[in-house]
């Protein structure tokens, strides 16, 4: 199957507790076989670039980070997923429990792939080397960019 790409505006809101953030990217969509995937580029808190990729799938999101930050997290609903967080020489084990994950298009779906726009919430817990961290809710929409 031919990639699809198309540029897009991202907003992904992020709860723990009481403190929300809202954070705005400009990125690139690819659909690639039977996987979406969100191209775009943030900033970590030192400013330093951070190259961030999200594949989609309909029961699966995967986050990846590269730069002065480097992650993987897998979310996927009732299961306990092991990832990994490093920076500056310091380095975690995460492990997420995902206690929601939905994906929803404002558009009908073609053969099983996933159309702009995109709605994306999930929500979970996280443990670093074991310790509990917290819980998370997020919501991540996608859209094509003007």
């Known amino acids: 199957m031919a990639r699809q790409k198309q540029l897009v505006r991202i907003r992904l809101e992020s709860r723990q507790e009481d403190e929300r953030t809202v954070h705005e ?29 999200i594949r989609v799938r309909p029961d699966e999101l995967s986050i990846v980070r590269r730069g002065a930050v480097v992650s993987e997290q897998r979310y996927i609903k009732g299961l306990r997923q092991a990832g990994e967080y490093s920076t500056k020489g310091l380095r975690f084990r995460l492990e997420t429990v995902t206690d929601l994950l939905t994906i929803t298009s404002a558009k009908a779906a073609d053969s099983g792939l996933l159309p702009l726009p995109l709605d994306i919430s999930w929500s979970y817990t996280l443990w670093m080397d074991e310790q509990h961290i917290g819980r998370f809710e997020l919501r991540l929409y996608i859209e094509e960019a003007d």
């Open 25 to 53: 990217y400009d990125g690139e969509w690819v659909i690639k076989e039977r996987s979406g995937y969100l191209l775009y580029e943030e900033h970590d808190e030192g400013g330093h670039p951070v190259k961030t990729t």
